[in-house]
């Protein structure tokens, strides 16, 4: 399983790194992605990144703002966001996907995914 961490409230303008965790999953086998949930919104794809962090996808939305890496020594994917907005206000996903490709109609939709954690809450207040 995967697991999420580093969820807080933040300021707008702020930032946080989010981790994703492998739980009895070996992340370097797996491409990650990160899915971004607002409230009242469906779920949408922010950033991937591949096996060997050579090649990374980021939303529109985040371009800029947000960088995904990994380490696969410590068998865990980052998510670093900067600048924050209201507008991140949600639910952030980590999935795995076996085949090592970013940015293509499946990654971004969310489908073919091996695993998915249970998310981990970022609120950006004032």
């Known amino acids: 399983r995967l697991v999420e961490s580093g969820g807080d409230l933040v300021q707008p303008g702020g930032s946080l790194r989010l981790s994703c965790g492998g739980v009895?999953?070996?992340?370097?086998?797996?491409?990650i992605s990160w899915f971004h949930q607002a409230p009242g919104k469906e779920r949408e794809a922010v950033s991937c990144?591949?096996?060997?962090?050579?090649?990374?996808w980021y939303a529109n939305s985040v371009k800029g703002r947000f960088t995904a890496s990994r380490d696969n020594s410590k068998n865990t994917v980052y998510l670093r966001m900067n600048s924050l907005r209201p507008e991140d206000t949600g639910v952030y996903y980590c999935?795995?996907?076996?085949?090592?490709?970013?940015?293509?109609?499946?990654?971004?939709?969310?489908?073919?995914?091996?695993?998915w954690g249970k998310g981990t809450l970022v609120i950006v207040s004032s």
């Open positions: 990144i591949t096996r060997n962090g050579g090649m990374t």
């Open positions: 999935a795995a996907q076996a085949y090592d490709i970013c940015g293509d109609s499946d990654s971004i939709r969310g489908v073919r995914m091996s695993y």
């Open positions: 009895g999953v070996a992340l370097d086998y797996y491409a």
